[in-house]
């Protein structure tokens, strides 16, 4: 079974001190407003509703936690990249998501979402140049891939897997479709390396 299905709703975090105590790894979604972020956490989830989706960017303006039956958690973040918000609004949600970023102890990874019709956009590189360096992994799912041929797929996975090379081996890429429901297996078993490979982290059954 899916490491993301049945994943359930736990909380919403509107500032830094709302901030639940750790509780399990933490796997991090993020990526450009209106990039798929939500379409994909519910594909993966096979759920329609776990997360909102919305046509105008900058709607998911809380972070999100989602406790998964391995007992990890995943964490929607806020897109990034929104124009249409007030300025105050634009720099609380920027304080909320680098707080989280830089200082949740329990963060293994983040899984960065792309619209692979326009991926390694000046935000998504800034994201990578502030979070590559902590050390911890990073795994691209180029999203809303059923919009190119499958030539243009193979040309934009392999120009975006050498403009990631910069940011080092830690940072993988996939094709991802939530229309499809393509690469969901490729980005369940990435994070579950990211998990299995935490000193005595030990998942449970989750094939039932």
């Known amino acids: 079974m899916s490491l993301f299905r049945h994943a359930a709703f736990e909380i919403s975090v509107a500032e830094p001190r709302g901030l639940p105590p750790p509780n399990g790894a933490e796997i991090a979604f993020a990526g450009r407003s209106n990039a798929g972020k939500s379409s994909a956490i519910n594909t993966l989830a096979m759920h329609t509703r776990l997360a909102f989706v919305s046509k105008t960017p900058g709607r998911t303006q809380l972070i999100n ?14 897109g990034y990249g929104y124009a249409e918000v ?6 609380q949600w920027q304080a909320l998501l680098e707080n989280y970023l830089r200082e949740r102890p329990n963060l293994i990874g983040l899984v960065l979402i792309m619209d692979s019709r326009r991926p390694l ?3 998504d590189r800034q994201m990578l140049d502030w979070f590559a360096p902590s050390g911890r992994p990073v795994h691209v799912l180029l999203t809303k891939s059923d919009k190119l041929t499958r030539n243009e797929q193979a040309k934009t996975l392999a120009a975006t897997r050498k403009g990631l090379a910069e940011w080092g081996d830690a940072v993988t890429v996939q094709m991802f479709s939530s229309l499809k429901k393509t690469g969901m297996d490729e980005v369940d078993g990435v994070v579950r390396q990211w998990l299995e490979a935490l000193p005595g982290e030990v998942l449970e059954a989750d094939d039932a």
């Open 121 to 123: 956009t000046q935000l």
């Open 86 to 91: 007030p300025e105050k609004i634009r720099r």
């Open 65 to 78: 936690f989602f406790r998964l039956r391995c007992g990890a958690v995943m964490v929607d973040l806020p």
